[in-house]
């Protein structure tokens, strides 16, 4: 199967400096010389909405019953041994023995060299390019200081382990689907349907002037254990974009930021893509509720005098949905909703299997704060279920720009696009 890689997505105009890796239980890095990437126009990149592949068909997810989630790529040879329901070693319980690395990895720009031990799984190796418009001290320390903090396994986001454990969390919601995550090391049980590789592939970054677009991307191979096939490959991408000063400011506070919002939708994007999402035709908004005053009319921008206000919304399946003959007759009322609140840093609040097109927040928010919100609506397709689209504001399918931010500091990428909300100062 050939995958569009990127999204399809250009990055236009931006010289390339990539840190680039082969994430693996054994690395074979290099430090190159400068190089520039041409492409495209990014203003034209962020108006165009992602073509993500649509996910994979409904007869090949019936046909997958069990499921282990391991990190990291998909290995030239499986060894597959052992039973279903035999305990085996978790996640948590041994990935990281083994896996240091016991290397140096090269991180050069411009004549300055040094080796940083990779005591992680997953590692992106030396990152290369052409700079422009900085000086080179400026993008040597925007280097470091990304290189070095990706090397704290401890406190670091982004790699494969965390990767694998998010996707796992995503579909252990389905119920026909048996999922395990466990270690590379570990016995696959034997009548396990399929093996879902996740990992992280790599993080590019694109410096012109004084702008950095960090994005980091996902590779995903569903492989069939009856007869070895690959029936499912993709490659999930992530971005957002910001000021060199403003990436590294405050201990790097921003690229943290970025480095959770990053894991979060690629581990969601992944169970989206292989197992949980149906692509109807949908029109999905914020609806009016006494609780939140509208700012000059815009139904996506509402402010609140309450910590606890009620959020409503409106959601239309237009004629002509051909997904399945379910889609045609889907009815409303036995709709159930997830329902998400962000601050600018992360998931702040969650509510599962909201019975109508409204809810009212359970848990205080913080007054004088902004918040990002969305909902999704759950389908229930013969005993399976499935979901829709995020609420977002853009065109079509309300998919907007999904992974791409225009600025980091005014909104992550994958909410940039989600209804604005600001809890007034003295709110109660």
Known sequence: MKIEKRNGV???????????GCFAAALSLHSGSAAVAEAGDLANAEQAA????????????????????????TPASQATTGSFEKQTAGLYGGAQAGSSIGQGVGTEVGPVS??????????????IGGIAGKTQREIQAFRDALTEDLARAASQPLTNDALASDVFWGLRRLPNLDAKVMTPSAPIPEDTD???YVGLSDITIDVQDDDAVITTSASVTLWRKSDGEHIFEDEVT???????????????????EYANFARHYLGREIAARVFDRVELRQELKPAADKSIKRIKKNDWHGVSRTVTPTLSWELELPAGNNYGAWASGADKAEIVYDVEIYDSRRLVYSARQVREPRHTVEEAL??????RWSVRPSYNIGGD????????RGSGTNRGQANVGRQASEAPAYTQDFALLNIKCGSR
């Open 194 to 196: 399929a093996i879902l």
């Open 385 to 392: 279920v499935r979901f829709g689209e995020w609420m977002r």
């Open 10 to 20: 250009p990055v236009a105009n931006w010289r390339r400096l990539a840190i680039s």
């Open 238 to 256: 992530y971005q957002d974009r910001d000021t060199l000063k403003n990436w590294t400011k405050n201990d790097k506070a921003l690229w943290h």
């Open 114 to 127: 040094m080796r940083i031990p990779i005591p992680i799984l997953t590692y992106p190796g030396a990152l």
């Open 366 to 371: 913080d007054a004088c704060k902004d918040y």
């Open 50 to 73: 992602p073509t993500t592949p649509a996910h994979m068909s409904e007869a090949m997810r019936a046909a997958v019953r069990k499921v282990v989630v391991l990190p990291g790529g």
